[in-house]
């Protein structure tokens, strides 16, 4: 995939935020969470740029704060780690857990520095009330490129309230790429390694991709 259209997938999925300048984001309905986040996070990308542009590990502040409160990283990585769930300690699923979301937040981050000032339209909602997980789509316009159509997942929790968990984009789940990755490396590095692994990217400095002429 594309090293501008992944930045342009993770700025979109950066939408799912809490940001709470304007109004209480809707978390009852995935189709109003996307929408009201959205243009929530355009503001604040506005907001911060200054920040931005200073110190890049900032993007790792903004995922952090209004993002993951919105993703249900907890059951990503529980997917991610596949059959070899069941073969890890209670202390290692909690520390692979904790290492995912990391690895998450710098991964967005450092995609993130791909944003400028991408649009978004919204495709109409439909009845999700009897729905345990609903797939809410979106156009990604940029000027002088074909929309970009993309699927964010999203599954309603115990209190019936919604989380994103995944992203497919030109066909492509984000969280199933994912998942073959890391459980080929659980498979023959072991767990230890690969949340060892997960920490060290983690902690990678946010750099500014140099695109080629």
């Given at each position: 995939?594309?090293?501008?259209?992944?930045?342009?997938?993770?700025?979109?999925?950066?939408?799912?935020?809490?940001?709470?300048?304007?109004?209480?984001?809707?978390?009852?309905?995935?189709?109003?969470?996307?929408?009201?986040?959205?243009?929530?996070?355009?503001?604040?990308?506005?907001?911060?740029?200054?920040?931005?542009?200073?110190?890049?590990?900032?993007?790792?502040?903004?995922?952090?704060?209004?993002?993951?409160?919105?993703?249900?990283?907890?059951?990503?990585?529980?997917?991610?780690?596949?059959?070899?769930?069941?073969?890890?300690?209670?202390?290692?699923?909690?520390?692979f857990v904790e290492a995912f979301?990391?690895?998450?937040?710098?991964?967005?981050?450092?995609?993130?520095?791909?944003?400028?000032?991408?649009?978004?339209?919204?495709?109409?909602?439909?009845?999700?009330?009897?729905?345990?997980?609903?797939?809410?789509?979106?156009?990604?316009?940029?000027?002088?490129?074909?929309?970009?159509?993309?699927?964010?997942?999203?599954?309603r929790l115990k209190d019936n309230?919604?989380?994103?968990?995944?992203?497919?984009?030109?066909?492509?789940?984000?969280?199933?790429?994912?998942?073959?990755?890391?459980?080929?490396?659980?498979?023959?590095?072991?767990?230890?390694?690969?949340?060892?692994?997960?920490?060290?990217?983690?902690?990678?400095?946010?750099?500014?991709?140099?695109?080629?002429?």
């Amino acid at each position: 995939m594309k090293t501008w259209l992944v930045g342009m997938i993770s700025a979109v999925t950066v939408f799912f935020s809490a940001t709470i300048w304007s109004a209480e984001v809707d978390e009852t309905d995935p189709f109003k969470l996307v929408e009201q986040v959205a243009n929530q996070t355009f503001d604040r990308f506005k907001k911060d740029k200054a920040i931005i542009d200073e110190d890049l590990s900032y993007l790792k502040v903004i995922v952090a704060e209004e993002l993951m409160p919105h993703v249900d990283y907890k059951y990503a990585a529980y997917k991610v780690m596949g059959q070899y769930l069941r073969e890890t300690t209670e202390d290692q699923r909690l520390r692979f857990v904790e290492a995912f979301k990391g690895y998450l937040i710098a991964t967005y981050a450092q995609a993130l520095t791909e944003y400028t000032d991408q649009k978004v339209s919204f495709s109409p909602a439909t009845d999700f009330s009897q729905e345990k997980m609903v797939d809410v789509s979106v156009n990604i316009i940029e000027q002088g490129r074909p929309p970009i159509k993309i699927q964010f997942k999203a599954r309603r929790l115990k209190d019936n309230t919604w989380k994103a968990f995944d992203l497919v984009a030109e066909g492509v789940s984000l969280l199933a790429s994912k998942q073959s990755e890391i459980s080929n490396l659980i498979r023959q590095q072991g767990i230890e390694s690969v949340i060892t692994m997960l920490n060290d990217k983690t902690q990678q400095k946010i750099q500014k991709e140099v695109k080629a002429a």
